[in-house]
Nanobody
């Protein structure tokens, strides 16, 4: 069992930056692939970024602006968001998945085993 808690969300102006953190409980954090998703009002949950030993995976809309990292010693994953746009406004969730075949399944939220409660990111003009 892994519990995930996101933090770092807030209100930011367009063009600004935020860093989200995802703190995980348990000693098996390093054995999981980690993903970040977001969900805007009235829209489906959308894959943003994922990281596993097989690589880092992006959705096209955040390439060059967002990066993902993890510190296994701190049981924490991070989402660095730069050059934020109005359309980045959403609730952001971190999630943990089995790393097996992650390159083939990273974008489907049904493949993730554990989820955080989400943190709101609002980008204003």
């Amino acid at each position: 069992q892994v519990q995930l808690v996101e933090s770092g969300g807030g209100l930011v102006q367009a063009g600004g930056s935020l860093r989200l953190s995802c703190a995980a409980s348990g000693r098996t954090f390093s054995s999981y692939a980690m993903g970040w998703f977001r969900q805007a009002p009235g829209k489906e949950r959308e894959f943003v970024l994922g990281i596993s030993y097989s690589g880092i995976y992006y959705t096209d809309s955040v390439k060059g602006r967002f990066t993902i990292s993890r510190d296994n010693a701190k049981n924490t994953a991070y989402l660095q968001m730069n050059s934020l746009k109005l359309e980045d406004t959403a609730v952001y969730y971190c999630a943990a998945a089995s790393p097996t075949y992650y390159s083939a399944k990273y974008s489907d939220p049904h493949n993730y085993l554990y989820w955080g409660q989400g943190t709101q990111v609002t980008v204003s003009s």
